[in-house]
C-alpha cells in the first residue's frame, strides 16, 4: 500500500522560511514523478512544484525564485524548501506521486493527507 507521509507545515512570519517533507513508502519511489500541491481556503487546489524522475523540475510562476524542490531516492523523500514566505502562501501542501503511464498501464495519481503551511499577516 502506497503512502505519502508530509512533514513540515507551521506558523512563520513573512519573509519567513518553511522546508516540508514527504516520506513515500510501499511504492518504487524512482520511477515516480513527484510534485507539491496547494489548497488555499475557498480556491482549487494548485500545482505547486514538480520534479520528474529523472530530476526535471518546474515552477509555478508565483513561487519561482523562492520555492526548490528536490528528492533523495535513496531516502524515498521529495523535499520543498521554501524562502520568501508571503501570507498568499497559506495552504493546506499535498504531496503527490504519480506513476506515468506505460503502452499497457494508466497513470496513477498517489496523494498525502496535507501539512498545514500559514503564513502570519
Known amino acids: 500500500q502506497v503512502q505519502l507521509v508530509e512533514s513540515g507545515g507551521g506558523l512563520v512570519q513573512p519573509g519567513g522560511s518553511l522546508r516540508l517533507s514527504c516520506a513515500a513508502s510501499?511504492?518504487?519511489?524512482?520511477?515516480?514523478?513527484m510534485a507539491w500541491y496547494r489548497q488555499a481556503p475557498e480556491k482549487e487546489r494548485e500545482l505547486v512544484a514538480l520534479i520528474t524522475s529523472g530530476g526535471r523540475t518546474q515552477y509555478t510562476n508565483s513561487v519561482k525564485g523562492r520555492f526548490t524542490i528536490s528528492r533523495d531516492n535513496a531516502e524515498n523523500s521529495v523535499y520543498l524548501q521554501m524562502n520568501s514566505l508571503k501570507p498568499e502562501d497559506t495552504a493546506v501542501y499535498y504531496c503527490?506521486?504519480?506513476?506515468?503511464?506505460?503502452?499497457?498501464?494508466?497513470?496513477?495519481?498517489?496523494w498525502g493527507q496535507g501539512t498545514k503551511v500559514t503564513g502570519s499577516a
Open positions: 510501499g511504492m518504487i519511489f524512482g520511477i515516480h514523478d
Open positions: 503527490n506521486a504519480v506513476r506515468p503511464a506505460g503502452p499497457t498501464r494508466s497513470r496513477i495519481d498517489y
